[in-house]
């Protein structure tokens, strides 16, 4: 079946500190890649996407590379702000069909002024 | 342009009553889906609609339903409310259908409480 993996959350940092949160995916088919942010009380925002192999997805300072061989999608920023604190979400969708997205469980990432 | 409007945005029922939400997607976007947030199961897929016609379902009971109209709104109806289906229900809308790199635009969520 189709599933993504993430880190164990929750994570805390001090502000500017560098951020790295895993991914890593199964899938049947060729999947296109995203990762999705929740702020308390709100919907889902997408932060970054890659649609194939070797894409860097990139946003915010946030990026994500597309990586086929091993099967990841790793989140980084180098310098983390309080404002970053949120719920992040990676998540795949095949690309035939479907419009469903299939999420990871969330990492809570907390920062600290 | 207005963003994906999903109604009430709070909800209190009692276990074995019926309960509708609603969903208004972006406009000219005219493929809706819905999914369920919970602590436990996380982000889950419960069905996708494109022009009022239901393209795919996630693994749920019969107990939820949905419909599209013909503006693309959306409903999505759980009868029989149990304890468990006390969740956040996000809406998301993409302006067609079977593309897997166009980005779903999600609503702020319905939060239903079953007591």
């Known amino acids: 079946g189709n599933s993504v993996t993430q880190m164990e959350g929750p994570v805390t940092l001090s502000e500017e500190a560098f951020l790295t949160i895993n991914c890593t995916y199964t899938?049947?088919?060729?999947?296109?890649l995203f990762w999705y942010v929740q702020y308390p009380g709100e919907g889902l925002q997408l932060l970054l996407k890659a649609t194939k192999a070797d894409d860097k997805g990139s946003n915010k300072g946030f990026e994500a590379t597309y990586r086929k061989e091993t099967t990841s999608f790793h989140l980084e920023k180098g310098s983390v702000q309080v404002s970053d604190s949120a719920v992040y979400f990676c998540?795949?969708?095949?690309?035939?069909?479907?419009?469903?997205?299939?999420f990871g469980q969330g990492t809570r990432l907390t920062i600290n002024p | 342009k207005a963003g994906v409007t999903q109604t009430p945005r709070y909800l209190i029922k009692t276990r074995g009553q019926q309960v509708t939400l609603s969903c208004s997607p972006i406009s000219g976007h005219r493929s809706v889906s819905w999914y369920q947030q919970t602590p436990g199961q996380g982000l889950q897929f419960l069905f996708e609609y494109f022009s009022e016609t239901q393209r795919n379902k996630g693994n749920f009971p019969g107990r939820f339903s949905g419909r599209q109209f013909s503006n693309s709104r959306s409903e999505m109806n759980v009868s029989t409310l149990e304890l468990g289906d006390s969740a956040l229900y996000l809406c998301?809308?993409?302006?067609?259908?079977?593309?897997?790199?166009?980005?779903?635009?999600f609503g702020p969520g319905t939060r239903l409480t079953v007591l």
């Open positions: 998540a795949l969708r095949l690309l035939q069909g479907a419009q469903k997205l299939v």
């Open positions: 998301a809308s993409s302006p067609e259908a079977g593309v897997s790199y166009n980005e779903q635009f």
């Open positions: 899938a049947t088919g060729y999947p296109s």
